[in-house]
């Protein structure tokens, strides 16, 4: 019923259906345990024979009312909130694979990801192979071994602005009989939904765009039910044979297209427990209530911003799939018609010191380790959020030492260009 409505209705009335007499708003449900009146019922839930709240870690109402409107919007079959974009990443990731095992990703993707693949998922036993995004499906293709478990790719990179070949990476993992995990931070699913190109899950920083108004950390889970796991189970033994923490429950089994959620929420959550607090899924669903205004806003402004920065002589290059010479200008008018999203990625002539004269003299724009909300905010990864790469990585992660992230807030597209104009004068 739901996915029949259009993604601006689900924005406004997706998830939470109140009854005859409820409250229009989900109620934050802020309780950390629910109470019932015989022990046999609270054991079924306990078996995953019922379907009921017993303790936040697991679920919550008015985190699960949030987390249908998101899965309503990408179209999946379910979604789980968790307390970070990073958290998602890593259950989305962690919930198929284990100790062993192996799974390949983009190198176009947010530097937080690259270290939780790169590093801390290898102290786990879990290695990942980088692959140029840009490369042919053959050459994409020779990372791949016995032990792969996923592919995984960020709808548009964050910082490098790049635009993901959803069904190339889609046709390449199915061919190796493993899902397509999509982070659809940047783009939303207001300007893209990347189940209808292929993708078989999706995660969030819903701390971006979802929230819109730099509130609180969160992210998000997205299954689309599409992967048919049984038909590789002897990859995906964890959701294919037995859970012995669960009296030998198997999840296709008992669960079909709702098994790869089940065992995320019933499994992961239940034992790593990055749950978000009510409140905040209640202050997420705020933001989601206006993201595809806000989208609409942040896309045009992008566009004025990136033409001026275009435009001027101090700019070495620039970053936005808006922009016709973009080399990602054909991909973006394929997955991205609406519009992209509010991130541009530039380089002023000069060095490095040209970058941060430049930042320094902002006054409207904050600089600020964040991205995607109402506020215009800059940052340069190579001083900021990717210090810890060396240049080696910097470079293999597709980051120019130059590079200045630019995120187009929701303000006048005038007076964001007014202060641009300025800054550039100072250097
Ligand atoms: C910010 C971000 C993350 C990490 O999310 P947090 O909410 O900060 O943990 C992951 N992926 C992308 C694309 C991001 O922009």
């Known amino acids: 019923m739901e996915k029949k409505l259009k993604p601006s209705t689900l924005c406004v009335r997706g998830g939470w259906k109140p009854k005859n007499g409820e409250p229009v708003q989900p109620p934050i449900v802020q309780c950390t345990t629910f109470k019932y009146d015989n022990t046999e019922e609270m054991a ?3 078996d995953l024979k019922k379907e009921g709240y017993f303790y936040t870690r697991l679920q919550n109402p008015t985190s ?6 998101i899965a309503a919007l990408e179209g999946g079959v379910g ?3 968790t307390s970070s974009g990073q958290a998602a990443n890593f259950y989305a990731i962690f919930n198929i694979c284990q100790a062993g095992d192996h799974f390949v990703t983009s190198n176009e993707i947010y530097g937080g990801t690259y270290n939780l693949f790169g590093v801390t998922m290898k102290k786990l036993g879990i290695e990942c192979t980088f692959v140029n995004q840009d490369a042919s499906e053959e050459e994409i293709q020779k990372a791949f071994r016995p032990n792969t478990k996923a592919l995984f790719g960020e709808t548009i990179s ?3 602005c790049r635009v993901l070949d959803i069904e190339k990476f889609a046709r390449i993992a199915h061919r190796n009989g493993v899902p ?13 939904r990347p ?13 971006k765009y979802m929230d819109g108004h730099a509130t609180q950390v969160g992210g998000c889970v997205v299954d689309s039910g599409n992967f048919d796991w049984d038909a590789h189970a002897d990859k995906f033994l964890g959701l294919t044979t037995p859970d012995e ?4 429950l198997t999840y296709t089994k008992a669960f079909g297209k709702g098994a790869y959620m089940t065992k995320l929420v019933a499994q992961l959550m239940r034992d790593l427990g990055s749950t978000p607090s009510p409140h905040n899924a209640f202050m997420l669903n705020i933001g989601l209530e206006t993201l595809h205004l806000r989208m609409q806003r942040h896309c045009e402004n992008a566009q004025k911003v990136a033409e001026f920065l275009h435009a001027d002589p101090h700019v070495a290059w620039i970053r936005y799939c808006g922009l016709k010479d973009d080399a990602d200008y054909e991909l973006g008018q394929k997955y991205l018609p609406n519009g992209s999203c509010g991130v541009l990625a530039f380089g002023l002539k000069g060095d490095r010191d040209t970058a941060i004269k430049f930042m320094d003299s902002l006054r409207l724009v904050n600089i600020a380790t964040h991205v995607a909300d109402a506020r215009s905010c800059v940052l340069h ?20 030492p130059d590079l200045i992230r630019f995120s187009v807030g929701i303000e006048d597209a005038d007076d964001i260009i007014d202060d641009l104009k300025q800054a550039l004068t100072q250097i």
């Open 79 to 81: 979604g789980m909130l």
């Open 44 to 46: 079924m839930l306990f």
């Open 158 to 160: 964050n910082p490098g």
């Open 245 to 248: 923490s669960y009296h030998g």
């Open 195 to 207: 189940f209808e190109w292929g993708c078989d899950i999706v995660t969030h920083s819903t701390t």
């Open 180 to 192: 397509l995990i999509i982070d659809n931070t940047f783009a939303t699913p207001i300007n893209c």
């Open 381 to 400: 990864p190579a001083s900021h959020t990717h210090r810890q790469l060396s240049d080696e990585q910097l470079r293999e992660a597709g980051i120019a």
């Open 64 to 69: 699960d009312s949030v987390a249908a409107k």
